[in-house]
């Protein structure tokens, strides 16, 4: 049985999950200030967070399928990745840029399948965008179900893919996730060649972002809930992740191809991180 609040990784926690009611877990990122989305905080912290999650529904799942009369209420269940909830400013500021750049497999083997993991979820995931997201952290709240986004009023907060502006190329997994997402080539052109800045009332109107809230981070959080309770009985039937799937098959292949040349240093990398 897990006991909550689970801060993750431990001994220095960058992530903290609560599971407040039943069929409701939530995800705070709070790595520093701006919660940068870093190797640690992925492979340490999201990845066994959701590992988590998925382990406590299913068991829940399996209860209503044993016998769904006497457990109706089994099964039902819903995720909120949420930035730090003590500050308004940063939902998260996206990738540590600089020390992801050292290792050459990071989207290979830690975001990349963190993007696959979310997409695929078998519960409904909301993103509760208290601040800025930026580029990695843009992919990640792109990657849940919905999104719920501060309208910016007690504090200005944008959502903006800026890697064009200091130069960091976009893997093929970012470009197969917006073209799920969002089919609209100026709206794709707006997003990625320009690195413009959606403000949330642009975010909401371009169908980024599912609703904006007057508010503080409390507020932003009670609107993901509210949406969470509104589907999270969607995850009875059990293919809620499933359906997902077929939708972002082409996303799902794409980024498990790796069109580097084969390079032993690579390998070599890779297999360190794991042994």
């Not at 050459?104 to 965008?129: G, H």
């Not at 359906?243 to 240093?265: G, W």
Request: contains cysteine.
């Amino acid at each position: 049985m897990t006991s909550y609040p689970l801060s993750l990784p431990a001994g220095n926690p960058l992530i903290t999950l609560t599971h407040p009611k039943k069929t409701l877990w939530v995800i705070e990122l709070h790595n520093g200030q701006d919660s940068r989305l870093t190797h640690e905080l992925i492979n340490g912290g999201l990845k066994p967070a959701l590992n988590t999650v998925e382990k406590e529904w299913r068991e829940s799942l399996r209860l209503r399928i044993k016998d769904p009369k006497k457990n109706k209420e089994e099964g039902k269940g819903a995720l909120i990745i949420v930035g730090r909830r003590d500050q308004d400013k940063f939902f998260s500021n996206g990738l540590d840029f600089e020390n992801s750049q050292k290792d050459p497999n990071f989207f290979q083997d830690t975001y990349d399948p963190l993007l696959a993991r979310i997409l695929t979820f078998p519960i409904p995931t909301i993103a509760a965008i208290n601040g800025h997201c930026f580029a990695g952290a843009f992919m990640l709240s792109m990657a849940c179900d919905y999104r719920v986004m501060t309208d910016g009023s007690k504090r200005r907060a944008w959502l903006s893919m800026n890697e064009v502006h200091f130069g960091a190329p976009w893997p093929i997994s970012f470009a197969a996730l917006v073209r799920l997402k969002f089919g609209s080539a100026p709206l794709q052109r707006k997003m990625a060649l320009e690195g413009h800045r959606f403000t949330p009332e642009e975010a909401l109107q371009a169908g980024i972002v599912d609703a904006v809230v007057n508010g503080d981070t409390a507020a932003v959080l009670a609107r993901a809930e509210e949406l969470a309770d509104q589907w999270a009985g969607n995850a009875q039937g059990g293919v809620w992740g499933s359906i997902k799937k077929e939708f972002a098959r082409d996303v799902l292949d794409t980024i498990q191809k790796d069109y580097r040349p084969l390079n032993p240093f690579h390998e070599d990398a890779a297999a360190r991180a794991k042994l």
